[in-house]
């Protein structure tokens, strides 16, 4: 911009300064100088500005490639990722159906009393189709098939849930603490709440186990400030402070496992209404805290 107005003053100088001044001396000489110079001065200037543009739209739309090919990598990327996760998950929630049928298949092949033989058949039997309702479920979800919201009775819950790990609290010698109020209830899928909960509950017995035989396992509910609050505390041999940070993160397991247990676990809860956080770990207890929407 300051360019062009001194370019157009001395463009001018020869229309504002007296006659006399313009044909002799230093005038004379600015005169000449900007009738010869000025255009050709131009021509480069302009010259020099569509280059820029020209080169500026190249470089716009070289950006813009890199940036689709950038784009297309990612989703790759992320549909791989997609895939483990799936892949995961699936693994995650058949394996305790499927550690209960090992247990139950090695009691059977052990057990002489008919009546006790059809127990542990009917115990198998109910495991392989929890496996396969969970399978079932997975392939709802991933369609994008969602259940209605329900009315869900917490203590009946937790009581299939105690039904669930009975196998691992035998194995485990663990003993399960359960208390909840009768007829208190939450929103929310009862499918969702029952496996967020095992997902928690079961990770904690695997402490317990990796601790020694034994242990207290306590799921406590109630309802507090407009929410219910599940708390489940186990007296394992805690977190470790350097995983602490990382326990809702799939994958980040400190035991070898999968460590999407915690993730589903949270993500149903979330589903829901609801949140699943991490409360301490300190004098021999673990804590943590679900809540849900009351009924």
């Not at 247990?103 to 009917?122: T, W």
């Not at 309702?133 to 392939?139: F, K, P, V, W």
């Not at 991933?142 to 259940?147: D, I, P, Y």
Request: some cysteine; aromatic content about 4%; hydrophobic content about 45%.
């Amino acid at each position: 911009m300051i360019g062009f107005f001194v370019g157009l003053f001395l463009a001018s100088m020869n229309h504002i300064l007296p006659a006399a001044r313009v044909q002799e001396g230093v005038g004379r000489w600015a005169i000449f100088i900007v009738d010869w110079v000025a255009p050709p001065l131009a021509g480069v200037l302009l010259a020099g500005a569509l280059l820029y543009a020209h080169r500026a739209r190249r470089l716009h739309a070289a950006e813009q490639a890199a940036a689709q090919v950038l784009a297309e990598r990612l989703a790759g990327t992320e549909r791989r990722q997609a895939i483990w996760v799936i892949a995961a998950a699936v693994a995650h929630d058949v394996k305790n159906p499927l550690h209960n049928l090992a247990l139950l298949v090695e009691e059977l092949s052990e057990e002489k009393d008919p009546v006790a033989r059809d127990e542990l058949i009917r115990r198998i039997r109910e495991n392989v189709g929890r496996a396969s309702d969970r399978l079932s479920e997975l392939s709802r979800a991933g369609k994008g098939e969602e259940g209605g919201e329900e009315t869900v009775d917490l203590a009946g819950a937790l009581e299939m849930v105690r039904e669930r790990l009975g196998p691992t609290l035998q194995e485990t010698a663990a003993v399960l603490h359960i208390e909840c109020p009768r007829g208190l209830s939450v929103r929310g899928d009862a499918h969702a709440v029952r496996s967020a909960v095992e997902n928690v509950a079961a990770n904690a017995l695997e402490a317990l186990q990796a601790h020694g035989p034994g242990g207290r396992l306590s799921l406590r509910a109630s309802r507090k400030d407009g929410v219910v609050e599940l708390l489940i505390q186990d007296d394992g041999p805690g977190v470790p402070e350097q995983l602490q940070p990382r326990l809702f993160t799939p994958f980040a397991s400190g035991d070898g496992g999968t460590g999407l247990g915690l993730a589903i676990a949270r993500a149903l809860a979330r589903a829901g209404g609801g949140d699943l956080i991490f409360s301490g770990s300190s004098g021999g207890r673990t804590t943590f805290r679900f809540t849900f929407q009351p009924a």
